[in-house]
């Protein structure tokens, strides 16, 4: 018993994703992609993770693995083995399973991914590094049977050092994905969207010189037009070492000594700066250099401040005409994740006359992000604190902290965010309240230079819409969600709908919508036609554009997309119907409404 406990503690692997710091920046980085083909094993009862006494193999010695055990190789071809890799079925990676196998579209649980591969450092000092860029929900990662770590958390990247085990032959990395959702879980168990499981987004190796820039950033100083600001972190640095950064376009080039941390802190004064904007989102080279390595990034700098109801981007008040969107590819039925689909989502976004984004309810790809950024489109970015999370458990809050950094220290240094967002829908108590404190505490603390928001509660008294909402007194946006005339209320008398709201601060309806099946017409009266959906979002629209401080919206959402709790035959059949465009790519009329209403917006904030 003893001995156990012991191993239990020498085993014990920290509970989130304590991978290293995360690298960020990676495609500009020394990458070998691991995406492709990887073996698979679904299993339900994880057979290949817990022993007949419910112990965790890998927190055993061993001589006490079994044939059940995923890293468990026999000796010789006598002794038992219940399980074999190669001899099993493939999955795509990346990629969800749900939308890969039949057999898998509901699956929620265990299944086990292997890929084998070769590799040789370019130069024996090197390092190197394993990298996901998410996997839904859980991971337990091994490389060549010992465990690398542990992962919770479906829609952040995280990686781990493999120097000291990588071979230049025969590697097998095995990693545990579990789906299943629970109750402390982030997001917690309820959810209106599909529960896509797997490793669903790209996967690759990244070779570093053994001194590294393991992190920076760069951007406009807060409230300084022509200040450049920064910082770089040097992993493994010796004393002295020199980093420079140039900025080739605005004639910067400056060498800096790190600090024996291998930390550098920067400031360029430059009057040539051009600004970021959606109208001209100008991104510069900015390369890092140090005597091991040149890094390149590229780099928009703009500043994003409030300013009582206004919201203003580079000193000018703007409207953000926004769209909701899921991360998934419709047409696919499946999670988005490469930059074709990013491509689909935001080349519809600008056609429907956006300048903006809600990339709901979590994280996405860094392929949109990045491609925001070239674009000229503005994201709120959001973590799913989504509807009623544990808000009283300590592990459920540093889950969502870790998830906050994740996505901060990956994007930070993306001009096209704008908006942190704490959470969507939160029922109202005081332990809800401390918790989203919390969280913007937490993210004021890694980037004070974009606005904070969530989608806020609201109620209604004697006909009085109400926003009071009390956490909204700590977000720099006061956003909500409304549902005029699908979940409520009258659509004849919206556009006379009274509102109040507590805050002088800028508004933006961060959702409303009705659903509509693609094709289905008939009156304004019928719901699920298109019609309906068309008149809603003409009387919505005349009512949201009277509301007090009104500074944006983004409808809910731009396509169709699955979810599990919409179930009507015929129209829904698994699909929540509330996208201005379908499944298929088909565009609605209330498309088209939303096309007109931007324009109008586009005219009057010029
Ligand atoms: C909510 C929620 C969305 C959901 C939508 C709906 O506001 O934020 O995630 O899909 O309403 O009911 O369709």
Redesign the pocket.
Known sequence: MLRTIFIKILFLVPLFGFSQDLLINTTNRNTTTLNGTWHYIVDPYETGYYNYRYEAFDQLEKEDWSAFYINYHAKDKMERVEYDFDKSPTLTVPGDWNSQQEKLFYYEGTVWYKKSFDYQLVNDNNRLFVYFGAINYKAEVYLNGTKLGTHEGGFTPFNFEVTSIVKPKDNYLVVKVDNKRFKEAIPTIN???WNYGGITRDVKLIEEPSTFIQDYNIQLKKGGKNTITGSVRLNNADVDEKVTISIPELKINKIFSANKEGNIQFEFISKKIKYWSPSSPKLYDVFLKTKYQTLKDEIGFRTIVTNGPNILLNGKSIFLRGI?I?EENAMRGGRAYNEADALVALNWAKELGCNYVRL??YPHNEHIVKLADKMGIMVWEEIPV??TVDFTNEVTLKNAKNQLTEAVSRDKNRASIIIWSMA??TPISEPRNTFLKELIVHTKSMDTTRLISA?LEKHNIDGVNIVDDEIGQYMDIVAF?Q?TG??GGSLENAPDAKWSIKYNKPVVI??F?G?ALQGLHGTIKERWTEEYQEYLYQQNLKMIEKIPNIRGTSP??LND?R?P??VLPVIQDGW?R?GLISNHGIKKKAFFTVKEFYIKMAQKYK
């Open positions: 959810t209106d969207w909701c899921h709901a309810h989504y509807w969507n829908e989608a969600n549902y699908w979940y961060s959702e919508g659903g809910w959402i997309f979810s709790k919409r929540n509330k």
